[in-house]
């Protein structure tokens, strides 16, 4: 994992956001191991053991395991693409599992398991730092569906991967993190969540609450986490990238190589089968391609060289369903291309020529309001646990939690007529789709398409114009104290 940046394509546009899944693992573990000795010393009640203590620091050491070559790239985009819905394959292949697949093929590998003997953590205490990583391994069951702790003990469920409500020490972590590293302001304080979190029951289930006054708090964090995917996660740049870096490692597939057990070799996408190759899959990957001379990786080398130099694809035009609208398929967002293509002119746009991107902005539950699933206590009853509805907060809270942009790129990027073209049947599919009217998007502003120029042109042409009327200003100051020398010799003559 410290092999893995954890932003992945974002470092390409953010290069300060060179931090990696081992450091943030460390902080996590760090974080967790505060949140559950927190809630020991202040309710002993609870019964919480060292070895739950333990059990949940390894949890948030051990969560980030299963990442991938450049981390959600892999599992979202380059996992669903390399290997589709097939025979016994069902493609829904998630890290979360092959975390723990990772977790246990360390325990075999390194011994583990008398070590973990010594600090007093037998089986049901593997199944649980399993289960707080990935949750339960079966919900069809009824009643309590976790082996590793009792339902007394649920709450502990909520430190690492909160599947409840999405308040846990992982995004506390990458809050602070990424915020620091990206040059975002991070406006959530965990240290004062501390400060007031308790363990109440909420219709007979132990929940980790916090005080009433803490809900704007709350709402901070989940705004925090939209604010990065909108300004970072999913910024245009590294999106674009992120979708070139996929149709690179797609190419490339089959020809990449790494040995597993038993001296097996499994390529980029198999090595999820096997743990011994997958650990060898890192973010190393782009120059194992990059710097490769086999023939057989020259598309996939070409498409790399090009965000080498900057020459990516053009997002020419964005749009979103409009409001109510229901929001756009994965199917639909595929067959996109080819329905635009067909309203083009074949002499400057193919379907290939086209990527549709889709991008979701949520607070992290779709578009249910989160703080719906959280539950407060008052300061006058600290032992009764209670939901705040959003009218009882503020008026200025949002109404809506979840939101769909649509992006066009075209791969032509310096072709005028492609790109304009790409533009025009992309108003025409939104206009029959009913979406928001599209804008012209490749930097933002009406009027990206006018002039293809590279960053550097346009740079030099600033510094030019601006340089003219810098030198345009002295001529002027010099003309004027020529004529005023002028005129105060007329006056002495």
């Not at 003219?468 to 004027?480: F, L, V």
Request: one cysteine or more; a positive charge; aromatic letters at 10%.
């Amino acid at each position: 994992s410290s092999k893995c940046f954890i932003l992945g394509g974002c470092y390409f546009v953010f290069p300060g956001a060179s931090h990696n899944r081992f450091e943030h693992s460390l902080g996590v573990c760090h974080l967790a191991g505060n949140l559950v000795t927190t809630l020991q010393k202040r309710q002993p009640e609870l019964g919480i053991t060292p070895q739950d203590v333990l059990c949940v620091k390894i949890a948030g050491l051990c969560h980030d395991l299963g990442h991938g070559p450049f981390s959600h790239l892999f599992d979202s985009q380059f996992i669903p693409r390399a290997r589709p819905k097939e025979g016994n394959w069902k493609g829904n292949w998630k890290h979360e599992k092959a975390s723990v697949e990772m977790f246990d093929y360390m325990l075999t590998s390194n011994h583990l398991k008398e070590e973990f003997k010594e600090y007093g953590l037998g089986d049901r205490d593997i199944k649980f730092i399993k289960e707080q990583i990935a949750g339960p391994s079966s919900t069809e069951s009824e009643g309590w569906p976790y082996k590793g702790r009792d339902k007394s003990k649920g709450f502990l469920y909520e430190i690492v991967a909160n599947k409840r409500n999405g308040i846990d020490v992982d995004k506390w972590d990458y809050f602070a993190r990424d915020c620091h590293c990206l040059g975002i302001p991070n406006n959530f304080d965990h240290k004062r969540f501390l400060k007031f979190v308790r363990v109440l029951a909420f219709k007979d289930e132990l929940q980790i609450c916090s005080r009433d006054k803490e809900v704007s708090n709350l709402y901070d964090m989940f705004h925090t986490r939209s604010a990065l995917h909108r300004r970072a996660y999913q910024h245009k740049t590294a999106n674009v990238i992120e979708i070139m870096l996929t149709e690179a490692f797609v190419k490339a597939d089959k020809f990449l190589q790494f040995e597993g057990s038993d001296g097996r070799n499994f390529t980029l996408s198999t090595a999820i089968d096997d743990m011994e190759a997958y650990s060898k899959a890192t973010d190393y990957v782009f120059h194992q391609i990059l710097f490769s001379t086999d023939p057989n990786l020259e598309e996939a080398r070409q498409i790399l060289r090009r965000i080498e130099r900057r020459d990516l694809y053009r997002c020419v035009a964005q749009s979103q369903p409009k409001e109510g609208q229901a929001f756009f398929t994965t199917e639909e967002i595929q067959s996109a291309p080819v329905e635009m293509a067909e309203l083009a002119n074949p002499e400057y746009l193919k379907a290939d020529d086209l990527v549709l991107d889709c991008v979701k902005f949520d607070y992290g539950m779709g578009k249910q309001n989160p703080i719906d699933s959280c539950r407060f206590y008052v300061k006058s009853h600290p032992d009764q646990a209670l939901q705040l509805r959003k009218e009882q907060v503020s008026q200025l809270l949002p109404e809506k939690f979840a939101e769909q942009h649509l992006r066009l790129y075209c791969r032509k990027r310096d072709d005028k007529n492609a790109c304009e073209e790409a533009m025009r049947c992309f108003q025409t599919w939104c206009k029959e789709k009913e979406c928001v009217p599209a804008k012209e998007g490749s930097d933002g502003s009406e009027a990206s398409l006018v002039a293809f120029n590279t960053p550097a042109k346009e740079a030099e042409r600033r510094r030019s114009a601006l340089w003219s009327q810098d030198a345009d200003r002295g001529r002027r100051r010099t003309d004027s104290t020529a004529l005023k020398k002028r005129r105060k010799k007329a006056k002495r003559n």
